[in-house]
């Protein structure tokens, strides 16, 4: 569904993403892990439209998009959350996820200046997939009220619905369950299986790395804007590169102690 190939973004002298080739298959979950600084949502942006990259180039279902602008590459079927959330936070949560819908929509201003019976009916659709799409991510009743009033955990919720009420082929999740507890996190992730069930395909980044290798069909692995691994959950986590990724390189002198001890 996604291949990208040799993907590289610089700012000034920094290279934040380097050569980067990723494919992301129809139906999967993918995880995309890392320390901080990795080049994660960098990597994100630039498959999103955000930033054009310097090099490489990245196709979604078989057409370049590695040029587009970011609203062509939504109305294509790509769409995501970012890792701070970007709500309307004094609008209603219906108001937020209708936002999700405005790529699909066709009238025009004039026509809902003027009242026309086709911007009408266009609306009516527009509210029922908003609300349908709220009670799937477990919302229902809470249409009405400010997406700022809700606890973290909703507003992610809330920020889910408004890309999924264009019904993506391709979800893009910037860690999801960022400052969730064990309860928001496991709510969470049964939602995004359930989407995952519905037939949207997902890549999600994410720290939580109990949480990828119980989820995730393939982790792909990114340190210093390099990827360096590429596979099933539990045996990329296992690599020797991967934990020293987190842990850093063991010190010898801390192991010769700890097998004296």
Not at 199 to 216: F, K, Q, R, S, Y
Request: hydrophobic share 40%; net charge neutral; aromatic share 4%.
């Amino acid at each position: 569904m996604l291949k990208a190939d040799g993907v590289t973004k610089r700012f000034g002298g920094l290279t934040a993403v380097n050569g980067v080739g990723l494919e992301v298959r129809k139906g999967e979950i993918l995880g995309l892990i890392g320390p901080n600084g990795a080049g994660k949502t960098t990597f994100f942006n630039i498959l999103t439209g955000i930033y054009k990259p310097d090099g490489g180039t990245i196709s979604f279902d078989g057409r370049p998009i590695h040029a587009l602008p970011s609203f062509r590459i939504a109305r294509a079927g790509m769409m995501r959350t970012f890792q701070n959330i970007r709500l309307l936070k004094e609008e209603s949560v219906l108001d937020n996820v209708k936002v999700g819908l405005f790529g699909k929509t066709g009238s025009g201003l004039w026509a809902a200046i003027l009242g026309l019976r086709s911007a009408k009916r266009e609306e009516e659709e527009v509210t029922a997939r908003s609300l349908a799409t709220i009670e799937r991510v477990g919302l229902k009743g809470r249409e009405r009220e400010a997406a700022g009033s809700l606890s973290y955990g909703d507003q992610r919720r809330v920020e889910i619905a408004r890309a999924l009420a264009s019904d993506p082929k391709l979800l893009l999740l910037d860690e999801p369950t960022a400052g969730m507890n064990a309860a928001e996190v496991q709510e969470m992730t049964d939602l995004i299986r359930a989407i995952r069930g519905k037939g949207t395909t997902i890549v999600l980044i994410e720290h939580n790395v109990a949480m990828v290798t119980g989820l995730c069909d393939r982790v792909a692995v990114l340190v210093h804007g390099e990827k360096i691994a590429d596979g099933e959950p539990e045996s990329v986590i296992a690599k020797p590169e991967v934990v020293e990724a987190y842990l850093g390189k063991p010190d010898e002198e801390v192991i010769a102690v700890a097998a004296h001890s």
